[in-house]
């Protein structure tokens, strides 16, 4: 149990098709991340949430679309993605950052998504 | 962008011996953090370090941030089966990139029976 839940774990979608993933963190955290991962690639920040609001937008296209209703919840809307989209999609959770020393993020187990 | 290089990309070894991976880059950090990812799991947060020439030990794991907080490097004594991971490091970004982490592509380590 990490504390922050991510559903679904698996989802193959067509290019055509809208979907939707969800994250939650039981942690009382302030932050909450999305990020990308591929095979050979870095883990990619996808965008930032300090207190619903959202902070960073990393030039992700706009067939990503996040939602923050509170501290607790994030969503991923998806449409119209590409094949090269396939990743895993990672959830994390921290304290807002104040001084030196980054807070560690708690990840979810991440939705792995097959777009065919 | 900070880039951070981790070395080596695999590591396939027998249980009992010992290891050490590396994390480099030409960026001073605020902080550097190690964490594993198991299959089918997220990432885990193993330790941070904050000191430049700072060593934290984890039981057989040990830490070491670079005198000019740009590298760091993971030993492992004694790997076990249960070591088996991609071993991640995130530097942690200063003045306007504060709150950023930056992660390195990671070490995929298998240790066997």
């Known amino acids: 149990e990490t504390g922050v839940t991510q559903t679904p774990r698996h989802l193959v979608m067509g290019m055509t098709n809208k979907k939707s993933l969800k994250c939650e963190q039981h942690l009382g955290h302030n932050a909450m991340y999305w990020y990308k991962q591929s095979a050979k690639k870095p883990l990619e920040l996808m965008f930032v949430?300090?207190?619903?609001?959202?902070?960073e937008n990393n030039s992700v296209p706009s067939r990503f679309s996040p939602e923050c209703p509170n501290s607790s919840h994030l969503f991923l809307h998806l449409h119209t993605l590409q094949p090269e989209d396939s990743a895993l999609y990672l959830c994390?959770?921290?304290?807002?950052?104040?001084?030196?020393?980054?807070?560690?993020?708690?990840f979810g187990n991440g939705t792995r998504l097959t777009v065919t | 962008t900070q880039l951070l290089e981790q070395s080596p990309q695999f590591l396939s070894i027998q249980e009992g011996e010992n290891l050490t991976v590396y994390c480099n880059s030409s960026s001073v950090f605020s902080s550097l953090q190690w964490y594993r990812q198991e299959p089918g799991e997220g990432p885990v947060l193993l330790v941070t370090v904050v000191t430049g020439g700072e060593v934290k030990k984890l039981k057989r794991l040990t830490f070491q941030f670079g005198d000019a907080r740009k590298d760091s490097s993971l030993h492992i004594t004694a790997a076990q089966p249960g070591d088996t991971g991609l071993y991640l490091c995130?530097?942690?970004?200063?003045?306007?990139?504060?709150?950023?982490?930056?992660f390195g592509r990671g070490t995929q380590l298998t240790v066997w029976p």
């Open positions: 949430y300090n207190f619903k609001e959202q902070t």
């Open positions: 995130a530097g942690g970004g200063r003045g306007s990139t504060l709150g950023r982490l930056y």
């Open positions: 994390a959770s921290s304290q807002v950052q104040t001084g030196l020393g980054n807070s560690p993020l708690h």
